[in-house]
């Protein structure tokens, strides 16, 4: 078997004589002394076993063995610079592969933004998505499944790395001929008699767990239905008028028909979300993605008024 290492230092001296039909316009191209590069080809005919060229006073040609391995070796060292080329690309962050988990709708707003400017910065780094609860996000970041999650409030997971974001409104979904639809915002306990419903992954756990701390007191528990569905089931569940649920800002980036989003609270209820990613973590692509958070969780600090911790 050749050595190989050895076999890359000289091959393109074997490709540009073979272009160049000489091993002396070869080296006037290479800037080199003829005798290099005689020496450096006759050393890769010894490592290859094979001669690759027939020398004459006129000249030098490839033998057939030769423009056989000349054609392939184009191949493979074509590819060889592209593989170099993409290296770097990698360790610049303009080339990679991001898994991210997240519980928030992409349709608008915080992860709506990020993502499309993220895109539009960083085009060759695929991004692939993981839409779960908190925990399942926040297992995912611990057992290397995901690079980062998108997760509301503020976790502290072992040797991990936080910074909250951005917040968005609490809305009520409900359909559009609930007596409510349309006011200017409501207190949960106006609906405490109502069926809720909730997505069995996602942020449907973390919605339950609002619902019951805000609506629970002795002898009363609100009524939560758990659906095996996606975001859109269950909101066309609301406007079919199964019950209502609970969502934020981001997801008001799509049309429902029949449905009306009312604001939580007076004032407005809020969540937080926050990134958690590992504190080891090397991955050029998810750097770039983390400045671009940092960069638009200040502008919606500004636009909305608020502050969060580092």
């Known amino acids: 078997m050749p050595d190989v290492v050895l076999d890359l230092r000289h091959l393109k001296y074997a490709m540009v004589a073979a272009e160049q039909g000489s091993f002396r316009r070869a080296a006037e191209f290479l800037n080199l002394s003829q005798a290099t590069v005689s020496r450096r080809i006759q050393l890769l005919e010894r490592r290859l076993g094979v001669s690759l060229f027939e020398r004459s006073r006129t000249g030098s040609r490839l033998t057939q063995?030769?423009?056989?391995f000349i054609r392939d070796a184009e191949v493979g060292a074509a590819h060889f610079r592209q593989a170099v080329t993409n290296l770097g690309l990698a360790r610049q962050g303009q080339t990679g592969k991001i898994r991210i988990g997240l519980m928030a709708s992409l349709a608008r707003?915080?992860?709506?933004?990020?993502?499309?400017?993220?895109?539009?910065?960083?085009?060759?780094?695929?991004?692939?998505?993981e839409e779960a609860s908190s925990q399942s996000n926040a297992a995912g970041v611990l057992n290397g499944r995901l690079d980062a999650a998108f997760i509301s409030g503020r976790p502290e997971l072992p040797g991990c790395h936080t910074r909250m974001l951005w917040q968005e409104r609490i809305f009520l979904a409900m359909p559009v001929s609930h007596q409510l639809a349309g006011v200017k915002n409501v207190r949960l306990n106006l609906v405490r008699d109502e069926t809720f419903l909730v997505g069995a992954d996602g942020p449907g756990p973390e919605i339950e767990d609002y619902l019951v701390r805000q609506l629970s007191v002795l002898g009363f528990r609100p009524k939560i239905v758990a659906q095996k569905v996606g975001r859109e089931n269950l909101l066309n569940m609301v406007a079919g008028g199964y019950g209502l649920?609970?969502?934020?800002?981001?997801?008001?980036?799509?049309?429902?028909?029949g449905l009306s989003f009312v604001p939580v609270g007076e004032p407005e209820e809020n969540v937080i979300s926050?990134?958690?990613?590992?504190?080891?973590?090397?991955?050029?692509a998810l750097i770039k993605l983390l400045d671009i958070c940092y960069i638009l969780s200040r502008k919606y600090q500004e636009i909305d008024g608020f502050a969060l911790s580092p």
């Open 65 to 68: 063995a030769g423009e056989i």
């Open 109 to 129: 707003g915080f992860l709506g933004e990020l993502f499309s400017t993220f895109r539009a910065s960083f085009p060759n780094i695929d991004v692939t998505f």
């Open 245 to 257: 649920t609970l969502t934020t800002y981001s997801t008001l980036g799509v049309a429902y028909p």
């Open 274 to 284: 926050s990134v958690v990613w590992p504190a080891n973590s090397k991955n050029p």
